[in-house]
């Protein structure tokens, strides 16, 4: 038997399994997973597992998985593809390194099938769908396979993740010599630039090996039955339409997978926390400092789960921090080149800046990992420097909180054009990890942005404006539905209806 069905004491496991999910292994995929199960379980009843590797499933495990959610291991080895022993998961991973563990998840196929196979002689039906990352489209050979279908759960917005699929569907940049290109799917006036890409979809030509494997995946993924999208149709109209005609197939906006203390505001008195991770400072601290702060004063600096940036830029990000005068609390991590898993060490920052920034509470800088939903969501918290990372946007803008965007990997270069373009939320202040920085341009950038007034108070009341939907989005009361419970009422009842056509099929 390929997998181990965790909890085998619990009289759940005795039940049907309704819903196979397969998140891909990065802290920002399991998360908005995990958010999901619970949110499809709560509306439905459903049973819902969640199949992944032996140590992302132990990492759910501790983030207080609810019984009703079957935590299901796939046997994977990092080391059969070139990754260091033990790698089952995108953190303390270089790009060359995510690359080869987005190429190897490919092993988790037949296990995955074996799984389903499995599942279907316990209970003698297949589930009624999987809901697979849209980086694991090959999910969708396997629902043929066990009489099931797939749905795609994309944990980035709809204009985000278009552009991704359509990027490596089309390899743009590689049909002209312009620095600019136009991407399938959207229309011409959305002009798009190498810089917004990473190293490895710049060299990305159609026979690189992650070209390879993406261009059949979100093929596959093209094929599925639907999608679900993490964000919410109020705030994506432009997006979402894109999307749908682009996969022709139905796309349920089902977001903000949030907490609900944090969309109710309750969150200053109380922690939001989520993810179990033990932050380098409490939440409690973290409010405290934050109460020491006026009102939308404080800007949040953080590079997401993973991410980090060059030694001479985190210097220039440091003096044009300080010459801003504004306060903040920064997210550290060793520089690019170092080891992730390193102590910080003082020398990356300017001569004296934790102590001068510790003096009168000018900053408050976190190693490592911060409890970010408690940051966001105080109200001394005004703006947010992002590599804008769809999870940690969705929490700002959930909050009213406006962004100064740092886009690095993935699919952040078009999260960032799309708040800056779109939405009117976000100034961009660079991109990438090769771009140089300088502090001038930093104080500049921060200045204008937490202006009260002109661009600044714009922002801010967009930012307002759409965390507004975003809240009202989820809304359940009575009659009074929000356009996310309603898109997640129409995906239930989509997937129970296919489940019929099927019986009736085989019958
Ligand atoms: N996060 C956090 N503390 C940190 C850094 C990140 O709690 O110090 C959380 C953050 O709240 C978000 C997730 O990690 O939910 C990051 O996901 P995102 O999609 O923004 O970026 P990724 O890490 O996938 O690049």
Not at 3 to 13: C, G, H, I, W, Y
Not at 225 to 241: H, K, M, N, S
Not at 394 to 409: D, F, N
Request: aromatic share 8%; net charge negative; glycine share 8%.
């Amino acid at each position: 038997m390929w997998f181990v069905l965790k909890r085998s004491m619990d009289p759940n496991d005795e039940q049907k399994i309704d819903i196979v999910m397969l998140p891909f292994m990065a802290h920002g995929h399991l998360i908005p997973f995990l958010a999901l199960a619970n949110q499809i379980h709560h509306l439905t009843g459903f049973n819902i597992a969640i199949a992944n590797t032996p140590l992302n499933i132990h990492y759910l495990h501790q983030q207080n998985s609810p019984p009703w959610i079957h935590l299901l291991e796939l046997p994977f080895n990092g080391a059969d593809h070139g990754l260091p022993p033990g790698t089952e998961h995108t953190e303390n991973l270089s790009l060359n390194q995510i690359g080869k563990l987005i190429i190897s998840s490919a092993s988790l196929k037949t296990p995955l099938h074996d799984l389903l196979l499995g599942i279907i002689k316990k209970q003698g039906k297949p589930p009624l769908c999987i809901i697979s990352d849209f980086l694991l489209g090959w999910a969708v050979d396997v629902a043929d396979a066990t009489n099931t279908v797939n749905i795609v759960f994309a944990t980035g917005g709809a204009y985000g993740t278009l552009a991704y699929v359509s990027f490596w569907l089309n390899l743009p940049h590689r049909k002209t010599d312009d620095e600019e290109f136009n991407l399938p799917g959207f229309p011409q006036r959305c002009k798009f630039h190498v810089t917004q890409l990473h190293g490895l979809m710049r060299k990305a030509d159609g026979n690189d090996p992650l070209s390879m494997c993406m261009q059949p995946r979100l093929s596959c993924c093209l094929q599925s039955f639907g999608w679900l999208c993490y964000t919410v149709e109020e705030i994506e109209p432009f997006g979402l339409d894109l999307l749908r005609k682009y996969t022709n197939s139905p796309v349920w906006p089902i977001g903000p997978l949030l907490p609900k203390q944090l969309l109710n505001n309750l969150q200053s008195s109380s922690t939001v926390q989520r993810v179990r991770k033990s932050p380098r400072i409490s939440p409690e601290k973290c409010v405290q400092w934050l109460d020491m702060h006026g009102r939308d004063s404080v800007l949040y600096i953080s590079f997401g789960s993973q991410n980090t940036i060059s030694a001479s830029n985190m210097m220039d990000l440091a003096i044009g921090l300080e010459n801003s005068g504004k306060p903040f609390i920064w997210v550290i991590r060793p520089p690019l080149g170092h080891d992730p898993k390193a102590e910080f060490e003082s020398e990356w920052l300017p001569q004296g800046f934790e102590d001068r920034m510790n003096r009168n509470n000018r900053g408050l800088l976190v190693k490592n990992w911060a409890p970010q939903l408690e940051i966001l969501s105080h109200e001394s918290t005004g703006t947010f420097l992002s590599h804008c990372g769809w999870n940690s946007t969705m929490e700002s803008l959930s909050q009213g909180v406006k962004i100064i965007g740092w886009p690095i990997a993935a699919e952040q270069g078009y999260n960032s054009k799309m708040l800056v373009e779109e939405m009117g939320v976000a100034v961009e202040l660079t991109r990438g990890v090769q771009n140089s920085i300088s502090s001038k341009h930093v104080k500049e950038v921060i200045e204008m942005v937490m202006e009260k007034e002109g661009k600044g108070g714009d922002m801010k009341r967009k930012a307002e404006e759409i965390a507004q939907h975003i809240r009202a989005a989820v809304k359940d009361e009575g009659n009074e539905k929000g356009s996310s419970i309603k898109a997640l009422d129409d995906f239930v009842s989509a997937i129970t209806a296919t489940k019929q056509d099927r019986s009736v099929v085989s019958a």
